[in-house]
């Protein structure tokens, strides 16, 4: 068994309905900014593109890529039994009629994959009862049994008291939720200048800052069953597994630097985040070897972000096989894990 924990669905009919593709780009808020366009030598095809700040694109979504044939030729082709669909970042801003769709669709779209693309639900995470509503829908009536949200919306990352009654109830359902990088963390400026410093580090510092802001505050201890898969190994996993909860010192000091609680705070970060690679190849064999030490493997799931890159699917599970780890833990990441934490 393999499955691929991250592949992204937007509803195709989005590139052909003028009025549709107007009131997705009209939703577009928190200083991002939304185009569509045609892309040169294509015979017409489209992609959105979405720039925060405007004129530095940090997301595409190209026509043809959503195709539910396409897409499962491609599973094929790499081996791998089962996907999670999940939405590419635009849940930032979408609102509750657009979840709506978008969790109709996607529950649509698992059904005629005979069970092989699996929705994860997409809902407004501010607490309002038609939200909590859509949740409660999305659990037990679609059978969704975890829900997807943004590292951070607009400035506010999860650990905000504004995000409280959401996950009273996602704690209540005793859904998993999955922790989708964005481009770039809440204070931005200096990562705008260079395309592949916003678009990959940008993104590494954004979920360093969620996972270190959900561990520190009291989100565990309102919300005890919450399971958080954060994308993108966290941001750098090395800098939180160790660097954010040091021992205590060996001897006395005058002036105590790091909180006296970083144990208690490690083991609120070992009992409820865990990792989702967000594509293997480009960490390298050496850092997944290292994550797998530092984090252990129970804790990483594979994922390939498709269809950013068809490769990072179709040679994923190869990838991960030629890691120096045992069997046993390959095949927690390649698929134990996500059945585990998405009860599939």
């Not at 669709?105 to 939200?131: D, F, Q």
């Not at 954004?206 to 505050?217: M, P």
């Not at 290292?290 to 599970?317: F, Q």
Request: glycine share 8%; net charge negative; with cysteine.
């Amino acid at each position: 068994m393999v499955i691929d924990a991250n592949l992204y669905w937007v509803p195709e009919a989005l590139f052909t309905d003028e009025d549709l593709m107007a009131r997705f780009l009209g939703e577009v808020k928190f200083g991002w900014h939304g185009r569509c366009e045609e892309i040169p030598g294509t015979n017409g095809k489209k992609q959105v593109v979405l720039e925060k700040p405007e004129g530095s694109p940090n997301l595409n979504y190209v026509q043809g890529d959503y195709v539910m044939e396409s897409q499962l030729a491609d599973l094929d082709a790499a081996g791998v039994d089962k996907a999670l669909l999940k939405v590419p970042g635009c849940h930032e801003w979408m609102d509750l009629d657009f979840c709506r769709m978008f969790n109709d669709g996607m529950h649509a779209y698992e059904k005629a994959s005979n069970g092989r693309l699996i929705a994860l639900a997409v809902v407004p995470p501010y607490g309002t009862p038609e939200s909590l509503a859509e949740l409660e829908r999305c659990k037990k009536e679609l059978g969704m049994n975890a829900v997807q949200v943004s590292a951070h919306y607009g400035d506010a990352y999860l650990d905000d008291a504004k995000f409280d009654a959401f996950f009273a109830k996602v704690n209540e359902l005793e859904m998993s939720v999955y922790v989708h990088h964005t481009p770039i963390p809440a204070e931005y400026q200096s990562f705008c200048a260079y395309n592949n410093v916003r678009r990959s580090y940008g993104r590494c510092v954004d979920q360093g800052l969620a996972v270190g802001r959900e561990v520190f505050s009291d989100l565990f201890v309102k919300y005890p069953n919450l399971k958080m898969v954060h994308s993108m190994l966290g941001g750098g996993f090395f800098a939180i597994a160790n660097m954010m909860f040091p021992q205590q010192a060996k001897k006395t000091e005058d002036v105590s630097r790091f909180k006296s609680d970083s144990g208690e705070m490690a083991a609120r970060f070992r009992e409820h985040i865990y990792f989702e690679m967000s594509h293997a190849q480009p960490w390298g064999k050496t850092q997944l070897e290292c994550a797998v030490k530092v984090l252990g493997a129970d804790h990483i799931i594979w994922g390939t972000s498709y269809p950013v890159r068809k490769e990072w699917l179709t040679d994923g599970p190869a990838f991960v096989r030629a890691l120096d780890v045992t069997e046993e833990e390959k095949e927690q990441m390649l698929h134990g894990n996500a059945e585990k934490i998405y009860q599939i």
